[in-house]
């Protein structure tokens, strides 16, 4: 059993176990007292911190993304999908990609003072921001820290366009915003399902909205003129891929109008994190669904190059990726949404700045 089992009560997490991560030098090991007694362990909680960063605005020059420059309001995510790609990233905090990552949060409260300043920069120069893409923005702590909403009130008075990737419920909350920003061509939401198996959901991501839930999501922003995408993501081979196209069905008629897809992705601690899930969850599928990801990635269990690690190669990658060409067409989902406005943008005025003559 894992030390972090040994110590608490874990329930509603994904993670089995919490090694140190890799930059670490030692390593923690629960020792029995030899006292033969029974307590009640403590249930784990989420645990917040804070940060002051100095810069907020995130550069990449990936070719295999549709986007320049990103912003996160929080590190960690207590969501807990077991498969998240951002997980090894907690690494650098010196905690550990396991249970630290979903339980042990960071909150950036300084975050849109920081973007409102970067923003105004003289040498800044607009294209669409992008947010969620590492963590997500709506997870439960937004409730009540709120630093997505004013990230977000930022982006809005300076129009500047922005694109936003989440499985939060929380972001109807912010649909007054979201709407405005709609009509001014600034803004599109993607939404990420899984899986339409609400079991499956509830032990894979244990505290992200349940599936139903999220397609409430995608008839709400919808209705309030939001552009949103259906992203099937990940696609896990042998375990979610098979409901492919009734994903995207689902997506379309809650009204997505484009669609995407990504293969499970296993960078660094990621992988035994999910071996160590398959084995306690689908053990008769395990070996299976490893082999698959084995046979796309050149006999690795991941290969981080750049248009590889999205979707794999060979067989039976490209057979996924014909079933999603095939069912789009179908259903009239788009791959890509027409470019947001980026003639809009107006660099904000930081208090004590000389305003503009001409405004």
């Known amino acids: 059993m894992d030390d972090e089992r040994r110590r608490y009560q874990i329930k509603g997490r994904a993670a089995g176990s919490n090694h140190a991560g890799r930059f670490e030098r030692h390593t923690r090991t629960l020792i029995d007292d030899g006292w033969a007694v029974e307590e009640e362990l403590p249930v784990l909680r989420t645990q917040i911190s804070v940060e002051r960063p100095r810069s907020l605005i995130t550069y990449n020059r990936s070719p295999d993304l549709p986007f320049d420059r990103s912003i996160n309001p929080y590190r960690g995510c207590e969501h807990g999908c077991v498969y998240c790609f951002a997980r090894p990233t907690h690494a650098y905090l010196g905690l550990s990609p396991g249970l630290d990552f979903e339980t042990r949060l960071v909150a950036r409260p300084e975050a849109p003072a920081v973007l409102r300043r970067e923003l105004a920069a003289r040498k800044y120069k607009v294209a669409p921001i992008a947010i969620g893409t590492n963590t997500d923005p709506y997870q439960p702590i937004e409730r009540d820290q709120g630093i997505m909403r004013a990230c977000l009130q930022v982006l809005s008075d300076a129009g500047h366009p922005v694109a936003i990737v989440t499985k939060g419920s929380l972001i109807e909350r912010d649909l007054d915003i979201l709407g405005d920003m709609a009509r001014r061509g600034l803004v599109r939401v993607g939404v990420s399902v899984t899986t339409l198996d609400a079991k499956l959901s509830r032990l894979m991501e244990p505290r992200a909205p349940a599936p139903e839930?999220?397609?409430?999501?995608?008839?709400?922003?919808?209705?309030?003129?939001?552009?949103?995408?259906?992203?099937?993501?990940?696609?896990?081979?042998?375990?979610?891929?098979?409901?492919?196209?009734?994903?995207?069905?689902?997506?379309?008629?809650?009204?997505?109008?484009?669609?995407?897809?990504?293969?499970?992705?296993?960078?660094?601690?990621?992988?035994?994190?999910?071996?160590?899930?398959?084995?306690?969850?689908?053990?008769?599928?395990?070996?299976?669904?490893?082999?698959?990801?084995?046979?796309?990635?050149?006999?690795?269990?991941?290969?981080?190059?750049?248009?590889?690690?999205?979707?794999?190669?060979?067989?039976?990658?490209?057979?996924?990726?014909?079933?999603?060409?095939?069912?789009?067409?179908?259903?009239?989902?788009?791959?890509?949404?027409?470019?947001?406005?980026?003639?809009?943008?107006?660099?904000?005025?930081?208090?004590?700045?000389?305003?503009?003559?001409?405004?």
């Open 213 to 359: 839930r999220r397609l409430q999501m995608i008839r709400r922003l919808s209705a309030a003129g939001v552009p949103v995408r259906i992203m099937a993501s990940p696609m896990i081979p042998a375990l979610t891929d098979p409901e492919l196209e009734a994903i995207l069905a689902a997506g379309r008629n809650a009204g997505a109008r484009t669609a995407s897809w990504i293969m499970l992705r296993l960078p660094r601690e990621v992988s035994p994190l999910v071996q160590e899930w398959l084995a306690a969850h689908y053990p008769d599928r395990a070996g299976r669904i490893m082999s698959r990801l084995r046979e796309m990635h050149g006999g690795k269990e991941y290969d981080a190059r750049w248009h590889a690690r999205m979707r794999g190669e060979g067989p039976y990658a490209e057979m996924v990726a014909q079933r999603f060409d095939v069912s789009a067409k179908r259903l009239g989902l788009r791959k890509s949404a027409p470019p947001m406005r980026c003639d809009l943008f107006r660099a904000p005025v930081l208090e004590g700045a000389q305003m503009s003559l001409f405004g």
